[in-house]
């Protein structure tokens, strides 16, 4: 399906996630996945129809920062904060889940990611009202960030949550002792922003979200472990609220998600993997945020250096996030953000295939 005569649209990325995710529900027996994903992504279409006239009538629109692409300024206006029909529904299921099956992880689950929707909304609260793209400031965002994964972690670590062992596949476990600790936050902090970062192009952070919660939720049901299938459940419900968010937000969007969404879509990927040890398989499968927060990392670093050794700071890239580098280079908005679905899932396969036969 993924031919070179063949565009990976919108409806072919809908229909390779439900075609995946029917063949799951029979290798594992569990017609829930298929029924949760098709629910959730059904939930977020409708209430993402209905509530863009509201975001319009609020006049909730996107700004645009004066250091980006000048091309992108003809996407100021766009109605923002759609994440809130990602995450209200994510943190609804979460309620119902718990009050079914009380759990601890659960609720754990639950607080981080309303917390996280906070900062995001309030960051793009902030943005809107002082008319910049400028809402929290990143000192003040990383502090908020770091408060909320250190006491999740202590708090996942007290109830039993965080195994120092973490396992790349059924048969294989590495030991990281007390570094599991900074890796814990790293993956929550480290991912929301990578998420954050990838959301500069229409449709990218909400199609590699997709994908990647689907590959979550494949790699959780893998382990076959009873207790952790309820978070790959979520996961697909995740994938499917992502790819319902798609159909307004896929190029030209109709709607951003901002960083109420993106945010927390990175947080929700980091406690999902904490709860369940799937820091491994995440990281591979998360590839293309990685390679986004990457890229900024190296260009600004490698810029302060040369500035110090050459009086003058020099780039790596065109710009930075590195999808910015492909767009100045002169290729389309909509075929960068096709090769990034694309590598994410091969991606996706890379982490399944290394989970089953390492």
């Not at 990175?266 to 999902?272: H, R, S, V």
């Amino acid at each position: 399906m993924i031919g070179k005569t063949r565009r990976l649209d919108f409806t072919t990325l809908f229909f390779l996630i439900t075609l995946s995710l029917i063949v799951n529900s029979f290798i594992f027996n569990n017609l829930l996945i298929i029924c949760i994903f098709l629910v959730f992504f059904s939930i977020c279409i409708l209430i993402t129809n209905y509530g863009l006239k509201i975001i319009k009538q609020l006049n909730l629109l996107q700004n645009i920062r004066d250091t980006g692409p000048s091309f992108h300024f003809n996407k100021k206006n766009t109605p923002t904060m759609g994440g809130i029909f990602i995450i209200l529904p994510l943190l609804l299921l979460l309620l119902i889940v718990n009050h079914y099956f009380y759990s601890m992880g659960i609720i754990l689950l639950f607080f981080g990611s309303l917390s996280f929707f906070i900062i995001g909304f309030l960051d793009d609260y902030l943005s809107i009202k002082k008319k910049k793209n400028i809402g929290l400031r990143s000192t003040q965002k990383f502090i908020l960030q770091s408060l909320i994964s250190i006491l999740f972690i202590v708090l996942a670590y007290q109830n039993g949550y965080i195994n120092s062992l973490i396992t790349v596949s059924n048969n294989w476990a590495i030991d990281t002792n007390i570094v599991i600790f900074p890796i814990c936050f790293v993956t929550l902090v480290g991912l929301s922003n990578a998420v954050n970062l990838t959301d500069g192009l229409d449709g990218l952070a909400s199609g590699c979200g997709s994908i990647v919660f689907y590959g979550l939720g494949t790699e959780i049901f893998i382990k076959g472990q009873q207790e952790l299938i309820i978070y790959g459940l979520i996961a697909y419900a995740m994938s499917g609220l992502c790819v319902g968010f798609l159909k307004f937000n896929k190029y030209p969007a109709k709607i951003f998600m901002g960083d109420t969404g993106s945010l927390t879509i990175g947080a929700t990927l980091g406690y999902i993997s904490i709860l369940t040890n799937s820091y491994f398989t995440l990281f591979i499968i998360s590839g293309i945020f990685v390679i986004e927060a990457l890229s900024v990392i190296i260009q600004v670093s490698f810029f302060k250096i040369t500035k110090k050794i050459f009086k003058r700071g020099k780039r790596v890239f065109l710009m930075t996030p590195i999808h910015h580098h492909f767009e100045l280079s002169g290729m389309k908005e909509e075929k960068i953000v096709e090769n990034f679905w694309k590598i994410n899932i091969l991606l996706v396969i890379l982490g399944i295939v290394l989970k089953i036969n390492l």
